[in-house]
């Protein structure tokens, strides 16, 4: 089986570095403090915080996940929230009688998933009355959760994503809940992938989150710890590897964890079943794979971004600097941020996809890479 991947979450010896991040964020958060956390696309902000939720879990600590992505109205998050908060609580109809008690204006009803067996918590909503006050019943269920002497840690991912419910003021409510909320027993954590409505929503003074939590950020991982990585991974699996060669993945990868595992996983199925040794041929020719498996993508994002916003591709891809006024500069710079085509780190904005970048680059160079 292929030993990168990179559409889950790293967990167990799939998980290398954030020894630090990891010690800091559970540091803080048993301090009682709440924190927020940054970090650009593909960093491996997820995760990182399932490896601080496994710690707290076998601390036997409550931890609830919940992510924001797919949450498109009041409904939608009473369900989706519900089961998140009954994911680990047994037996479940005991937390079905726990979450009527706690929100009446809801059914929680119980059922058997027929491809699974396994019992399953959603909610009725013909027999529901959903509004506001079921929101602050459903924001009530931490402290209930905790109880007298329990903790609970809250970690809601995609949290930019939370004040676009529409019809309510979300983070308002959320925000005053906690302000009246045990910081002994109750703490949370935030964090998404959209770094810039992530900071509007924590450093904007008329934004309800405003200075309420520690921000943490998460930054690339040490070079050599990704290298390291990479020469145990394929020495697992009897493939030898320079050092040089892992580094030049490294490099093509932009050391960002999510294009480390892809190029590795390129290169991995390149090889098999009978070459034995990484080259740099084949490592090109994987970077070649993988550019070209996404090109479709591609050229859709080149296809609705503005003219300009092309030129400003183009100079960046090629380490080039737009000689237009600032102005225009920056209305250019917000459409590719806004679109997430690129990501602000070290005080300047560059291509969050490295095969993007390639992409563009080859293509404008003419060097018929695709
Ligand atoms: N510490 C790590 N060790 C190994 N691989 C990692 C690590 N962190 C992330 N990855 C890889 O990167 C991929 C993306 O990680 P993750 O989803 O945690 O990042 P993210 O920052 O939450 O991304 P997004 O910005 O899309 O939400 C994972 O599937 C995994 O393959
Ligand atoms: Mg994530």
């Known amino acids: 089986m292929n030993p990168f991947v990179y559409n889950q979450i790293a967990e167990g010896s799939r998980f290398y570095d954030r020894k630090e991040e990891t010690q800091e964020i559970i540091r ?42 797919n949450v498109y109205s009041l409904e ?13 609580q047994q037996p479940l109809q005991r937390f079905a009688k726990f979450l009527q008690n706690g929100v009446k204006s809801i059914r929680p009803v119980l059922s058997i998933d027929p491809n699974t067996g396994a019992e399953e918590l959603s909610i009725d909503f013909d027999n529901s009355h ?6 602050d019943d ?39 809940k906690i302000q009246f909320q045990d910081r002994e027993r109750i703490r949370y954590l935030f964090f998404g992938s959209k770094t810039h409505l992530m900071q509007q929503a924590f450093m904007n003074n008329r ?17 050599n710890e990704t290298v390291e990585y990479l020469l145990k991974v394929f020495s697992k699996e009897d493939i030898s590897i320079s050092k040089e060669c ?21 290169i991995w199925q390149y090889m098999m079943p009978e070459q034995k040794t990484v080259t740099k041929e084949i490592i090109n020719a994987s970077v070649k794979i993988a550019v070209s498996h996404n090109s479709d993508t591609y050229e859709e994002i080149i296809y609705n971004v503005s003219e300009k916003a092309k030129d400003m591709l183009l100079l960046m891809a090629n380490d080039k600097k737009t000689s237009l006024p600032d102005e225009e500069r920056k209305e250019i710079e917000l459409e590719l941020r806004d679109k997430g085509i ?23 160079n003419g060097n018929g890479l695709i």
């Open 138 to 176: 459903m924001l009530d269920l931490t402290e209930k959760l905790a109880g007298k002497d329990n903790r609970v840690f809250v970690f809601f991912d995609e949290f930019q994503e939370a004040a676009k419910i529409p019809n309510i003021n979300f983070e308002g409510m959320l925000r005053s």
């Open 76 to 88: 939608n998050f009473i369900s989706l929230y519900s089961k998140a908060l009954a994911r680990k």
């Open 207 to 223: 934004r309800p989150f405003y200075q309420s939590a520690r921000p943490v950020v998460l930054g690339l991982p040490p070079e």
């Open 246 to 266: 892992a580094e030049y993945i490294m490099q093509k990868a932009g050391n960002i964890p999510y294009y480390v595992q892809m190029l590795g996983s390129e």
């Open 342 to 364: 690129t990501e602000f780190t070290d005080m300047q904005y560059y291509i969050a996809d490295p095969f993007f970048r390639l992409y563009i680059k080859e293509i404008i």
């Open 28 to 69: 803080w958060l048993e301090n009682g403090t709440n924190l927020v956390l940054y970090g650009p696309r593909h960093y491996g902000k997820t995760s990182l915080v399932y490896k601080v939720i496994n710690y707290f879990e076998e601390k036997d600590y409550i931890c609830i996940y919940f992510n924001f992505m």
């Open 130 to 135: 959903i509004s506001v006050l079921t929101l």
